[in-house]
C-alpha cells in the first residue's frame, strides 16, 4: 500500500524531466537547470522539451517567428476574453478560454490526437496565444486598454509589453524569461499527470491542457505564488514577521511557497529564483518584499525544516516587474504549457489508457434494504 498521495509510486516511462530531491537536482532532457537558465530561452526549452533535443539556430528560429506570428486572438476568443474579463476569476477564465481554443481551432477534430504533428502545431499555438489570453484578460480587469501583441519582441519581453504597456529592459526580459524556462516543466506533479491520464483517453491536446489548468489553480500546486505575495502583503513590514509565522504555525497553517513532495533539501528553481527577486528588486529601486521574502524564509526554517519552493521567491520577483498578484498563476500556466504538451505528446507516442486500481476499504457485501424498512 503507498503511502496516499502517490507519493514515490512510479506510474510511467518518461524521458522529459528528471529530479533528484535528495540532491536538489533538476534537469529538463539532460540538461540542467541552471544551465537552461543560464543559457537558454523559453523558446529554447520548449523545443528542447518537445523534441528531446536543443534546436538547431534554423529551428530556434523557425519557432520564434511562428510564435510571433500566431499570436493573434480570433475574433471569436477576443469577445470570449471580453465577457471572462468581466466575471471570471484569472484561473476560471484561463482554464474556459483554452478549452474553447479547441473549439475555435479551424482543425478541430474530437478524434485527431493520434495526428502528431496537428497536436504538435496545437502546442505551438496555446504557447503563443496563452499569454496573450492573460495580458489581454488582465488589462481589460484593471480597466486600461488592450496593448497588441508586438511581433519584434520574443515571448518574455511581449507578455511584460501587453502587461504594462511600456518595453521592458533587457535584464527585466532576461529575468521574466528565466522564470518562464524555470516553470516550464517539472516531472509528474499534479497538473502534468492529470494531462497524462486525460491524454490517455486520446482525447485531443486542448482537454488534456485544459485539465491540467484546472489542477494548477488549487492552492497546494500553482496556486501557491498568488497567495505568497497576499501573505507578503498582508505582513507589510519585516518587524511583523516573527509574531505573524508564529500565529500561522499555532493555527496549524501551511505556509504558502514552503515544503516540496519531492525536494527534501533545496529546490533548485527557489535558489535561482531569490537572487533573481534581488535583482528585480534592485532594478525596481524597492527591496521591501525580497528582504521581506528573506526574512519570513529565515523564520520559518527557524521553526521547521521545510525547502522553499518555486512559489515561494517568484511572487516578489513578479510584484517586482509592476505584475498584479492574480494573475501570478495564469504565469505559471502560460509557461508550463511547454512541459504539459511535452507529456501528452510522449504520452500519445506509446499511450496506453491509464486505469489504476483503488484498495477496497469499505464494507462487506451486504443485502438490500427495502426503503421503508431503512
Ligand atoms: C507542497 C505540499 C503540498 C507537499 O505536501 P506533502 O508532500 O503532502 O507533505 P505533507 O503534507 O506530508 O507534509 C509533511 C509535514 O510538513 C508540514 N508542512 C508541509 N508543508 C508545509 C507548509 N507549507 N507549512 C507548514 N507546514 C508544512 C506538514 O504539516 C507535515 O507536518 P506533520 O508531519 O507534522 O503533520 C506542502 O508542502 C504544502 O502544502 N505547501 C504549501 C503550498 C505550496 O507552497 N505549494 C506549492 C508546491 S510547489
Not at 479547441?102 to 495526428?115: K, M, R, S, V
Not at 525547502?307 to 510584484?319: G, L, P
Not at 512541459?339 to 486505469?355: C, F, K, P, S
Amino acid at each position: 500500500m503507498s503511502k496516499g498521495g502517490l507519493e514515490d509510486v512510479i506510474v510511467a516511462e518518461s524521458a522529459i524531466c528528471s529530479i533528484d530531491g535528495a540532491a536538489g537536482t533538476l534537469r529538463y532532457c539532460g540538461y540542467s537547470i541552471d544551465d537552461l537558465v543560464a543559457h537558454g530561452s523559453f523558446p529554447e526549452c520548449a523545443w528542447l522539451l518537445w523534441h528531446g533535443q536543443l534546436p538547431n539556430a534554423q529551428e530556434l528560429n523557425g519557432l520564434r517567428a511562428t510564435l510571433r506570428a500566431r499570436r493573434d486572438l480570433s475574433e471569436g476568443m477576443n469577445f470570449l476574453v471580453h465577457g471572462l474579463a468581466e466575471r471570471a476569476a484569472p484561473m476560471d477564465a484561463l482554464r474556459t478560454a483554452v478549452s474553447a481554443m479547441g473549439i475555435d481551432d479551424e482543425t478541430t477534430d474530437g478524434n485527431a490526437p493520434a495526428d502528431l504533428d496537428l497536436s504538435q502545431d496545437r502546442a505551438i499555438r496555446m504557447m503563443a496565444q496563452m499569454p496573450v489570453l492573460v495580458a489581454t484578460y488582465s488589462r481589460l480587469r484593471e480597466g486600461k486598454p488592450v496593448v497588441p501583441p508586438d511581433p519584434d519582441l520574443d515571448e518574455a519581453a511581449n507578455f511584460l509589453w501587453m502587461m504594462r504597456g511600456e518595453v521592458p529592459s533587457n535584464a527585466e526580459a532576461k529575468a521574466f524569461d528565466a522564470c518562464l524556462v524555470m516553470h516550464a516543466e517539472h516531472g509528474f506533479n499534479a497538473s502534468t499527470f492529470a494531462a497524462r491520464v486525460v491524454a490517455s483517453t486520446l482525447t485531443d491536446i486542448y482537454s488534456a491542457v485544459s485539465s491540467a489548468i484546472a489542477s494548477l489553480k488549487g492552492p497546494l500546486h500553482g496556486g501557491a505564488n498568488t497567495r505568497v505575495m497576499e501573505m507578503l502583503l498582508e505582513i507589510g513590514s519585516e518587524d511583523r514577521v516573527t509574531q505573524w509565522v508564529d500565529d500561522a504555525l499555532a493555527r496549524k497553517e501551511r505556509i504558502m511557497g514552503f515544503g516540496h513532495r519531492v525536494y527534501k533539501t533545496t529546490d533548485p528553481r527557489a535558489r535561482i529564483l531569490e537572487q533573481l527577486s534581488e535583482q528585480c528588486a534592485e532594478l525596481a529601486g524597492n527591496r521591501l518584499w525580497f528582504e521581506l521574502s528573506r526574512r519570513v524564509q529565515a523564520e520559518v526554517n527557524a521553526r521547521k525544516p521545510l525547502v522553499t519552493n518555486v512559489d515561494f521567491f517568484s511572487a516578489s520577483t513578479y510584484y517586482a516587474m509592476g505584475l498584479s498578484p492574480e494573475i501570478y498563476t495564469p504565469i505559471f500556466a502560460l509557461a508550463r504549457v511547454a512541459g504539459w504538451t511535452a507529456h501528452v505528446l510522449e504520452q500519445y507516442r506509446n499511450n496506453r489508457l491509464m486505469r489504476p486500481r483503488a484498495a477496497w476499504v469499505g464494507p462487506e457485501p451486504r443485502s438490500w434494504v427495502p426503503v421503508e424498512a431503512r
